[in-house]
């Protein structure tokens, strides 16, 4: 079946600008999670949804950042007045919910803020 | 200090070798334990998973986990040159507290050459 899907793929921006980043989880896994992939710092992570309700938005850098997620499948990743430091690869996983060792990562989304 | 370190590497090694990749954490927390392969410009894919200590095998990989001295390693046998990747370790504590949010390590590259 199809897999995580992420769009748009690669994304330039003025620094100030606001971004969306989508991710589409695999259908029936109502877990899904945000990380970003940046030299130096490797994958970290961002927030956790369960459903709608994200329970555990610790690793999100600063209020710039915010995540929704609708219908218990899509979600929308959004960074206001976007920063430099803010350029990485996005990356959305999904699991069951019982099953939330096993992730499966979409392709990522660049982000590049010039 | 990080929670989890991982040698980066380069690693390159001739096609037939064996590989060791290798993890140290500081959270004793931890109890899922993940090695995921990460190709060019693609998301993460879960190769093997651990729960708490032991080994696992999978064709020719074998992860083992040794949560007493906080390493885990990952061994490629009969290497073979599309398994040329970065290997991320990443581990989790309870997924009931941790809500499967996992932590990376910094990945190592691995260049196997025919």
């Known amino acids: 079946g199809a897999g995580v899907s992420q769009s748009p793929s690669n994304k330039v921006t003025e620094k100030g600008k606001d971004v969306e980043l989508r991710c589409d989880p695999i259908?029936?896994?109502?877990?899904l999670y945000w990380y970003r992939q940046s030299l130096g710092q490797g994958l970290e992570f961002l927030i956790y949804?369960?459903?709608?309700?994200?329970?555990?938005k610790s690793g999100l850098p600063s209020d710039r950042f915010s995540a929704e997620r609708t219908g218990g499948s899509v979600s929308t990743l959004t960074i206001q007045r976007t920063q430099q430091e803010d350029s990485a690869v996005y990356l959305c996983?999904?699991?069951?919910?019982?099953?939330?060792?096993?992730?499966?990562f979409g392709p990522g989304t660049r982000l590049l803020v010039l | 200090q990080k929670e989890v370190e991982q040698d980066p590497g380069p690693l390159s090694v001739p096609e037939g070798a064996i590989v060791s990749l290798n993890c140290t954490y500081s959270?004793?927390?931890?109890?899922?334990f993940m090695w995921y392969r990460q190709y060019s410009r693609k998301g993460p894919e879960l190769l093997m998973y651990?729960?708490?200590?032991g080994n696992k095998e999978d064709g020719r990989f074998t992860a083992q986990v040794d949560k007493s001295s906080k390493y885990i390693s990952l061994f490629i046998r009969d290497s073979q040159p599309s398994d040329s990747a970065t290997y991320l370790c990443?581990?989790?504590?309870?997924?009931?507290?941790?809500?499967?949010?996992?932590?990376f390590g910094q990945g190592t590259i691995l260049t196997v050459h025919p």
């Open positions: 996983a999904s699991s069951l919910a019982h099953l939330l060792e096993t992730q499966y």
């Open positions: 259908s029936g896994h109502t877990a």
């Open positions: 949804f369960q459903g709608n309700s994200a329970p555990d």
């Open positions: 959270n004793s927390a931890f109890q899922y």
């Open positions: 651990t729960y708490s200590s």
């Open positions: 990443a581990m989790s504590a309870s997924m009931s507290t941790s809500y499967g949010k996992l932590t």
